[in-house]
């Protein structure tokens, strides 16, 4: 019979030493991880679904307003307003503006956006605003995540079903699980050989549908612009490319990518007369309209039901978002001037304009009421959305509701 062994003392000593250092070490993991720098605080109770508004209502007046300097345009998802501002994302309720949940970072949020009833938070690392969390609007709890190489700045927007984050140097389309359905540009280090690490154009402007990214750029040695357009493909880091020369216009010309609706883009150009020219995925140029003066700094585009709203400054030019085809524009009218793009509220359109709303049939662009509201002068587009009976307002890093 084999004699069992026996623990010495040294034995004893050093097992109590390696349960120390793996002690040490968990909590040191522990102690520099995302976890220990991050609050999630979830809903108490699912957050109910929105009741579509019946009518426009005949007044508005401010319910309650939150700081919201990480969003761009007011955000509804999972029945929930979302707001981000520092490092905190709160879901609120539309029509209180109570906090509902709330998530947050030990960094300084690069911006806010939504996918599906997802919120979509972005925070920086060494490696740019390339740290994605996603939180369950309905609940606060956390969905997926990635991380990747991004640009130290980068502006976020949404179809709804797909996140752009696009900076000066790369861009990334995402799936709501998060996946990338196209990246482009800069790295910073190749992945494939061949494949640059540094970036050979500067993107000025860029927008997305769930089918296509389209972006202007201004290229080393090339006087004008170029407009590419980038289709997914198997691999996501190779998307088919389309260059669409635009000869004439200038890299310091103000031009801008207006719209993607499926694979038809819409590009304002200064030069040589100001027109939003209608792009299809062969690069043909299939539609034209002037806009009749340059457009402001913050022209601004927002998705209002089947409707695509650009607000050039002054007007607001109406297109549809089968195949982008212009429907009509809204001029200033007397001392009402439009202060952003619209928003759909029970089949009409609603217009922020300088003494409160113009209401509008939005199949024809009549104008049917005028809702008063005394509103402060702003130094950036209103831009409007509703959240059910609920009519919100971004007014720069503040989001306004009204009611």
């Keep these: 019979m084999v004699k069992p062994e026996r623990r010495t003392r040294t034995d004893v000593l050093v097992a109590v030493a390696i349960a120390a250092v793996v002690a040490v070490t968990a909590g040191l993991v522990w102690w520099t991880s995302d976890a220990r720098a991050t609050l999630s605080r979830p809903a108490a109770a699912p957050v109910p679904d929105l009741k579509p508004a019946a009518a426009v209502p005949a007044a508005l007046r401010p319910l309650w307003n939150a700081s919201s300097a990480k969003t761009t345009t007011p955000i ?5 307003v979302i707001t981000g501002d520092g ?48 939180i369950d609007a309905k609940t606060g709890l956390r969905g997926p995540a990635r991380t990747s190489y991004a640009d130290a700045e980068v502006t976020l927007s949404s179809d709804g079903t797909t996140v752009l984050s696009a900076g000066e140097n790369r861009l990334e389309l995402w799936r709501s699980d998060m996946v990338r359905m196209i990246s482009y540009g800069a790295l910073d280090a190749p992945i494939k050989p061949g494949t640059p690490a540094t970036p050979l154009c500067r993107f ?18 090339q006087a004008d612009l170029r407009l590419t357009l980038l289709r997914p493909a198997d691999d996501e880091d190779a998307p088919e490319l389309k260059y669409v020369p635009q000869p004439g216009v200038a890299k310091d010309s103000d031009a801008r990518v207006v719209a993607v609706a499926d694979t038809t883009t819409a590009v304002y150009v200064p030069t040589p007369a100001p027109t939003v020219h209608v792009v299809d995925d062969t690069g043909a140029t299939v539609a034209s309209t002037e806009v009749g003066r340059a457009v402001s700094a913050q022209a601004t585009a ?11 400054g002054d007007s607001v030019m109406v297109f549809s978002v089968n195949g982008l085809r212009y429907l009509y524009t809204i001029a200033p009218a007397g001392p009402n001037v439009p202060l952003g793009p619209g928003t ?6 609603l217009v922020p304009v300088t003494s409160g709303y113009d209401v509008f049939d939005a199949q024809t662009g009549r104008g049917e009421r005028h809702i008063a509201l005394d509103r402060p002068d702003a130094s950036t587009p209103v831009v409007p959305a509703v959240a059910g009976a609920t009519v919100l307002e971004q007014r720069g890093g503040e989001l306004v509701a009204l009611g």
Aim: glycine share 12%; charged share 15%.
């Design 344 to 349: 759909v509220m029970a089949g009409k359109l």
């Design 204 to 221: 000025v402007s860029t927008q997305a549908s769930s089918s296509a990214v389209s972006l202007l750029e201004a290229c080393p040695g």
């Design 76 to 80: 509804v998802a999972g029945g929930a």
């Design 87 to 134: 490092r905190t994302v709160e879901g609120r309720d539309p029509a209180t503006g109570d906090p509902l949940w709330a998530y947050a970072r030990d960094l300084d949020l690069c911006g806010v956006s939504y996918v599906y009833q997802y919120a979509v938070a972005v925070y920086p690392d060494a490696r740019g605003c390339g740290q994605v969390s996603t």
């Design 302 to 312: 927002s998705r209002a039901g089947d409707l695509i709203t650009w607000w050039t």
